[in-house]
C-alpha cells in the first residue's frame, strides 16, 4: 500500500467527510474546529483556514484522547510517520520487539528454566552435590555443555562420584570440572570474560556459592550484591546454578543476605533420601515457572 492509500484508509476510519482530491491530498473535516480540512500526505501535515497547520500525530493524539507519543507509535506502526522523535527512536531501538511469543524454555521439564539463575540449598552432606552432578548428567546426555566449578569437594570425593555418575569419558569436551578457582583468582577472571564473549551456551554449577565467594561477606548486602552480579552476568547468555548451604537453624531457609535469594529466578531446597535413593525438591522461590516439588530418582548403579 502506498502512502497515500494507506493515509486515506486510515483517516477514513477516524475523520469525518473525508474526500480525496488527488494523490498528494485529501480532505477533511478539521479534528479541532469542524471546518473543512487538507491533509497533505507527503508531508503528513493537516491545514485548517481557521486552525492552521498542525500534525497529522496532533490531530490522531486529539482524536483518540492519547498522548502525542502513543499516536506517534500509532501512526509508525501504519507507516505514516516520517522521522521519529528521538526518545522514539532510541526506545524503539531498545525495545523488544516481540513478547507474544515467549515460552519458557526448559533444560529439564519444569524444573530448570534455560538462561536462568537457579539456587540449589541443602544442609551439608544431603546431596547438592550430587544433585549438581546428577543434573550435569543430563544435560550431557541432551548434547549440553557444563562447567562445574568446585571450591567444596576434595579431589578423591570428586574422582569417586565422576566415576559414579560415569562421566570421566566427558572430561574436557563436554564437562569442564574447575577445582580451586574463587571469585577474585585471575584464573577465574579469564574464564568469566570468555564466558561472556563466546556464543556458545553452558550450563555453569558454583559448588558453593561461599566457597567461590571466599573473601566476600554475604552477610553483608553489599558483598552479596557485587558477588551475585557475577552470576547474573553469565545468565544474559548462559544457564548459572548456584549450590548453597543451608542455615543450622531449621526455621530458615537460606542464609546470609537477602540479596542472594533476591537475585535468583528459582530456588529449591534439596534433599537426598539415602534410603529410596531419590531427590526431594522443594521450590522457595519461583519468579520463572517450575514445578514446585520433584522427587528425582538418583540415577545410578
Ligand atoms: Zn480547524
Do not use: W
Amino acid at each position: 500500500m502506498k502512502n497515500g492509500d494507506q493515509l486515506k484508509y486510515f483517516i477514513s476510519a477516524l475523520m469525518k467527510d473525508v474526500r480525496e482530491v488527488d494523490n498528494s491530498c485529501v480532505l477533511a473535516r478539521c479534528v479541532r474546529c469542524g471546518d473543512e480540512m487538507t491533509i497533505f500526505s507527503e508531508s503528513l501535515e493537516c491545514a485548517c483556514s481557521t486552525c492552521g497547520r498542525y500534525s497529522l500525530i496532533d490531530a490522531v493524539a486529539t482524536m483518540l484522547h492519547v498522548d502525542r507519543q502513543r499516536a506517534e507509535l500509532l501512526l509508525r506502526k501504519l507507516n505514516l510517520v516520517k522521522s521519529m522523535s528521538p526518545f522514539l527512536k532510541i526506545a524503539e531501538k531498545l525495545s523488544i520487539s516481540d513478547a507474544s511469543n515467549q515460552k519458557i524454555e526448559y533444560l529439564i521439564d519444569n524444573l530448570l528454566p534455560c538462561k536462568s539463575l537457579t539456587l540449589l540449598t541443602a544442609h551439608y552432606g544431603s546431596g547438592k552435590s550430587l544433585f549438581a552432578l546428577h543434573v550435569a548428567k543430563k544435560l550431557i546426555e541432551n548434547n549440553h555443555t557444563v562447567v562445574y566449578i568446585d571450591n567444596d569437594n576434595p579431589h578423591v570425593v570428586v574422582s569417586e562420584r565422576l566415576e559414579l555418575f560415569k562421566l570421566n569419558s566427558k572430561l574436557k569436551h563436554q564437562l569442564f570440572y574447575i577445582m580451586h578457582v574463587t571469585k577474585d583468582s585471575k584464573e577465574y577472571q579469564e574464564l568469566h570474560n570468555e564466558l561472556m564473549k563466546t556464543d556458545h551456551h553452558c550450563i555453569i554449577i558454583f559448588d558453593t556459592l561461599t566457597d567461590f565467594a571466599i573473601n566476600y561477606d554475604l552477610n553483608n548486602d553489599f558483598d552479596a550484591s557485587k558477588v551475585m552480579k557475577t552470576f547474573k552476568e553469565l545468565r544474559n547468555k548462559h544457564t548459572v546454578i548456584i549450590l548453597h548451604h543451608k542455615p543450622k537453624d531449621l526455621s530458615q531457609k537460606f542464609k546470609n543476605s537477602t540479596r542472594i535469594v533476591d537475585s535468583v529466578d528459582v530456588a529449591y531446597e534439596v534433599f537426598l533420601d539415602k534410603f529410596t535413593k531419590t531427590f526431594h525438591l522443594n521450590a522457595f522461590k519461583t519468579r520463572i515457572q517450575v514445578k514446585e516439588n520433584h522427587v528425582i530418582p538418583l540415577d545410578i548403579d
